[in-house]
């Protein structure tokens, strides 16, 4: 019985890993469409969320079978509770990624009125925080969970760059207003995505003190 409970744990931590890829791809996805103003591709974002949030349900339902049926303790229980709450901060990634997928589509072929610069960057960055917390959850690295926040600092000032650049620019030319909204609208959705990594940062710092902590 404790073999088969330790491999339905194992099996739920790469089924996380697998989530955390996912979402990972979709960001990328999402800008590459945005960047490269590829319609097609943004369409694609909408069919990745859905496999994504298939897969959310999937991990919630064994999450709740393992503690129906095994009725985890202690440490195990914090891990189990904590999955829960980690694919939720997924599942949230992947709509934003939506959202700029749908930003992405609202554009089209018109061309930019700034080169993307810093939102490319700051997606980069985001999908690192991704990999980052996940690698910690895996791990239980507190130091690394606290670099987490760390590179949200990093992702925060670069969404302030943009914020301000774009807002000067309508000032300068009330013609680019839409578009300029929509690209912060990007910082902002890069932004959340960012601070979702941040979470399960925390939560790894939760599993592996008991304690509730806010790293930024």
């Known amino acids: 019985m404790r073999n088969q409970y330790i491999k339905q744990l194992s099996d739920l931590n790469i089924k996380l890993l697998k989530m955390g890829a996912m979402v990972q791809e979709i960001i990328e996805v999402s800008i590459t469409a945005l960047t490269t103003q590829d319609l097609a ?3 694609k974002v909408y069919l990745m969320d859905d496999e994504i949030d298939n897969i959310e349900l999937e991990i919630e339902m064994s999450c709740m079978n393992l503690i129906a049926l095994q009725q985890p303790m202690a440490k195990d229980l914090r891990v189990i509770g904590t999955i829960l709450k980690i694919i939720t901060d997924l599942e949230r990634m992947g709509d934003h990624a939506v959202n700029i997928a749908k930003v992405t589509l609202e ?15 700051m997606a980069k960055l985001a999908q690192t925080m991704v990999k980052k917390s996940l690698d910690a959850f895996m791990k239980t690295d507190v130091a690394l969970a606290t670099e987490v926040a760390h590179d949200d600092e990093a992702v925060d000032e670069l969404y302030e760059k943009i914020y301000t650049e774009l807002i000067n620019k309508m000032i300068e030319e009330n013609t680019i ?18 601070d979702h990594a941040t979470n399960i940062g925390e ?3 939760f599993i592996a003190t008991g304690e509730n902590v806010e790293i930024n």
């Not at 912060?184 to 932004?191: H, M, V």
């Open 41 to 43: 591709l943004a369409n």
């Open 107 to 121: 554009i089209g072929e018109e061309p930019f009125v700034k080169p993307l610069i810093d939102i490319p960057k």
């Open 177 to 194: 207003v839409k578009q300029a909204t929509n690209l912060i609208f990007i910082g902002r959705y890069l932004e959340r995505i960012a």
């Open 203 to 205: 939560r790894v710092i």
